[in-house]
């Protein structure tokens, strides 16, 4: 007689015990990755529609209207709901919009949390709320006139996106760029790519698209690391040991860089979404001005919003961004 051998039921018990083992700690990781891969193809997608609808657009100011009384509150605010009826509709197909009071029908969720898991914040529903440095202090709105404390509102994207818009309509009304932060600032998009489900993260499902400049319009959608690097570094490489601002990101990940002074514009207006420090008093950016070590480059203020030409080898902060 032949003689077969074989697995006994225990043996295989075990075995299965070990996959499923095995199986519970790689699947949440490997879902994560896939999840992230996903979320960085249509984040993209996202902002190159937004690019391409904000190019065909005439004028990016003046829309809507905003009154305030004699203390400063608003007693009628359309500005952003009509931006997104009037202007943006006309060049991006769009299936609901919401207006301030009821923005968040669109998929908005109530509660974010902030990048790097940080801490979880009610979502933004005025200017101010976005970033209260844009409105007070010794650069603040009362000096500068360039923006005004509109509401928030929102839409639905035909491809399942929620996007809340936070709209100035003084956009543009100074000829010229009075180096801040806030003298650029048109329209800030903070989306949601799946709709409010989950996980509503800043990095992951949530993230912002700025658009600077009435004219010739800078879009811009940066995806900021979580924190800055450890020390303050110069902005031009000698070749020596000292560590610059680009080799500084490259230090931290092979996927970081360098931001240009646009993208960190729209960093410092959505501060409060990405952690931006107030200790900091700036970062680099990658816009350089001119080259060598006496050349100058632009770097971003972290408290007031103040753009400024820097000599390169002063030392500053280096905030990267995702490749």
């Known amino acids: 007689?032949?003689?077969?051998?074989?697995?006994?039921?225990?043996?295989?018990?075990?075995?299965?015990?070990?996959?499923?083992?095995?199986?519970?700690?790689?699947?949440?990781?490997?879902?994560?990755?896939?999840n992230e891969k996903a979320w960085d193809a249509q984040r993209k997608a996202l902002h190159a529609r937004l690019a391409q609808a904000i190019g065909q657009m005439n004028t990016l100011g003046g829309y809507g209207t905003y009154t305030e009384d004699e203390e400063g509150s608003a007693t009628e605010d359309t500005a952003a709901e009509s931006f997104i009826l009037d202007a943006l509709s006309k060049v991006y197909k769009i299936n609901n919009v919401c207006g301030a009071e009821k923005f968040d029908s669109c998929g908005i969720p109530s509660k974010v949390t902030t990048l790097g898991a940080a801490s979880e914040i009610n979502f933004p529903k005025k200017m101010s709320e976005l970033n209260a440095k844009l409105f007070q202090g010794a650069h603040g709105i009362g000096e500068t006139g360039d923006m005004v404390d509109t509401k928030?509102?929102?839409?639905?994207?035909?491809?399942?996106?929620s996007v809340a818009v936070f709209y100035n309509p003084l956009c543009g009304s100074k000829e010229t760029f009075d180096h801040y932060a806030y003298n650029k600032l048109c329209v800030n998009f903070i989306y949601d790519l799946n709709g409010g489900e989950g996980p509503n993260e800043v990095g992951k499902d949530v993230g912002f698209v700025t658009v600077l400049y009435n004219k010739n319009a800078s879009v811009v959608s940066p995806m900021p690391y979580y924190k800055d690097y450890s020390t303050t570094v110069t902005n031009y490489s000698d070749n020596s040991e000292t560590i610059d601002a680009a080799n500084a990101c490259m230090a931290m990940g092979e996927d970081l860089r360098l931001p240009n002074i646009d993208e960190l514009s729209s960093m410092y207006i959505n501060g409060l979404l990405i952690n931006l420090s107030e200790e900091v008093r700036s970062y680099w950016s990658s816009s350089i001005i001119s080259t060598g070590a006496n050349g100058l480059a632009w770097r971003q203020g972290a408290f007031y919003g103040n753009v400024s030409q820097t000599a390169r080898s002063t030392k500053t902060y280096v905030r990267c961004v995702k490749k």
């Open 1 to 34: 007689m032949k003689k077969f051998r074989g697995f006994t039921l225990a043996e295989v018990l075990i075995t299965l015990a070990i996959i499923g083992i095995v199986a519970a700690i790689t699947l949440p990781s490997l879902l994560v990755n896939v």
């Open 152 to 161: 928030v509102a929102a839409f639905e994207t035909i491809n399942g996106e």
